[in-house]
T-cell receptor, first 111, second 117 residues
Framework: TQLLEQSPQFLSIQEGENLTVYCNSSSVFSSLQWYRQEPGEGPVLLVT?????EVKKLKRLTFQFGDARKDSSLHITAAQPGDTGLYLC???????????FGKGTRLSVIA | EPEVTQTPSHQVTQMGQEVILHCVPISNHLYFYWYRQILGQKVEFLVSFYNNEISEKSEIFDDQFSVERPDGSNFTLKIRSTKLEDSAMYFCASSFRDAYSSYNEQFFGPGTRLTVL
């Protein structure tokens, strides 16, 4: 069974601070996707990383895929209250196989 | 922007009753999935569907579950005899991947909250 461990589980920070959340596994994934989920809603895709070492930026969010394609990180610069939510990483083993999700990091940004 | 839609948003049923959850995937997508999320837990895979047949299913997807694509647009999940532990959010997802795509991005619907009493 492939597991994705996300850390920290909970994070509460002040507006304007920077933060990094992590997604780690002992298994290799062909791609890894980051989602954001609001309470009572479905996961919304933020980004997909595919190549080992790849870095993608989405405004103040920076996503990195580990060189060995076993881990990933999400860095948020100058966090805002609108960034509050549950951030999920999900990996694909190969092809069209189903996503394996982590438990998520619940972020709270306080104004 | 195209999106996955699901109905109903909330379904309440009595234990032992049958329920059918409905999904309309993004129109040009080829692969369809059902996932569930029990309150406070992580999203879990149930089943994937491609070319009018199940391509993969998890241990959760037992004989009580079935999926169908009755027409060119709908994708349904049926639970024949619901149990208390089936209470969860059920998410439909779809993806498009052809021979030229190197990866598979899955887009999720808003979910159906199933409550079994």
């Amino acid at each position: 069974t492939q597991l994705l461990e996300q850390s920290p589980q909970f994070l509460s920070i002040q507006e304007g601070e920077n933060l990094t959340v992590y997604c780690n596994s002992s298994s290799v994934f062909s791609s890894l996707q980051w989602y954001r989920q609001e309470p009572g809603e479905g996961p919304v895709l933020l980004v997909t990383v595919v190549t080992g070492g790849e870095v993608k930026k989405l405004k103040r969010l920076t996503f990195q895929f580990g060189d060995a394609r076993k881990d990933s990180s999400l860095h948020i610069t100058a966090a805002q209250p609108g960034d509050t939510g549950l951030y999920l990483c999900a990996g694909v083993r190969s092809g069209n196989t189903p996503l394996v999700f982590g438990k998520g990091t619940r972020l709270s940004v306080i104004a | 922007e195209p999106e996955v839609t699901q109905t109903p948003s909330h379904q309440v049923t009595q234990m032992g009753q049958e329920v059918i959850l409905h999904c309309v995937p993004i129109s040009n997508h080829l692969y369809f999935y059902w996932y569930r999320q029990i309150l406070g837990q992580k999203v879990e895979f149930l089943v994937s569907f491609y070319n009018n047949e199940i391509s993969e299913k998890s241990e959760i997807f037992d004989d009580q579950f079935s999926v169908e694509r009755p027409d060119g647009s709908n994708f349904t999940l049926k639970i024949r005899s619901t149990k208390l532990e089936d209470s969860a959010m059920y998410f439909c997802a779809s993806s498009f991947r052809d021979a030229y795509s190197s990866y598979n991005e899955q887009f999720f619907g808003p979910g159906t909250r199933l409550t079994v009493l």
